[in-house]
């Protein structure tokens, strides 16, 4: 049974930065990779970045590119998102989502439970 | 970046009628070798996204045949034949041909 548990909500302070992670079950993690997505209150879905967590490439929406770090722990099974110099704006649900990878051809197939980042002085 | 754009935005249905959304796309889905990438999503109140229908007319295992999707190159519809109560939420389609992955506004369905 495919399944992406995300880490639990946080509160951070603006200025401060954020980590979430995303741990792989009932596949060959390194087979696929992970992309994130996140969604303001009310808002749409928007694409940040992907990791392939075979070989650690990673793509990043320009938005974002100066402010995240995606990371792949393969002893474990996880991807980690970090989002740093955090605004208001970042206030959001993060979702992660299983991706094209080293030897599967999908497109966020399975995403994970999402995880609240609430930025708040 | 590939532009998606979803009409209608709010889609009131009675139940057991026919619902249509459509999604454009700012450039062809094309890839390469011939794979369009649309994808069309449902995001129930409270849950996150569920892919229902990949590579244009796909539908993903476990979604009723009541789903489906056409089109082409720049142009898509997802259509849901008879509406029924599950189906409240907000639709999107998706581009996955290239990066930045790029989604329409969402479309509201609702019961009227």
């Known amino acids: 049974h495919v399944q992406l548990v995300q880490s639990g909500a946080e509160v951070k302070e603006p200025g401060a930065s954020m980590r979430v992670s995303c741990k792989a079950y009932g596949y060959t993690f390194r087979d696929f990779g992970i992309s994130w997505v996140r969604q303001a209150p009310g808002q749409g879905l928007e694409w940040m970045g992907y990791i392939n967590t075979d070989n650690g490439n990673t793509k990043y929406a320009l938005k974002f590119q100066d402010r995240v770090t995606l990371t792949t722990d393969t002893s474990t099974d996880t991807v980690y998102m970090e989002l740093r110099s955090l605004t208001s704006d970042d206030t959001a649900l993060y979702y992660c989502?299983?991706?094209?990878?080293?030897?599967?051809?999908?497109?966020?197939?399975?995403w994970g439970q999402g995880t609240l980042v609430t930025i708040s002085s | 970046d590939v532009v998606m754009t979803q009409s209608p935005l709010s889609l009131p249905v009675t139940l057991g009628q026919a619902a249509s959304i459509s999604c454009r796309s700012s450039q062809s889905l094309v890839y390469s070798e011939g794979n369009t990438f649309l994808n069309w999503f449902q995001q129930r109140p409270g849950q996150s996204p569920r892919r229902l229908i990949y590579?244009?007319?796909n539908r993903d295992s476990g979604v009723p045949d009541r789903f489906s999707g056409s089109g082409s190159g720049t142009d898509f519809t997802l259509k849901i034949s008879r509406v029924e109560a599950e189906d409240v939420g907000i639709y999107y389609c998706?581009?996955?041909?290239?990066?930045?992955?790029?989604f329409g506004q969402g479309t509201k369905l609702e019961i009227k």
């Open positions: 998706m581009q996955g041909k290239e990066w930045p992955y790029t």
């Open positions: 590579k244009v007319s």
């Open positions: 989502a299983r991706d094209w990878g080293a030897k599967a051809k999908v497109i966020a197939d399975q």
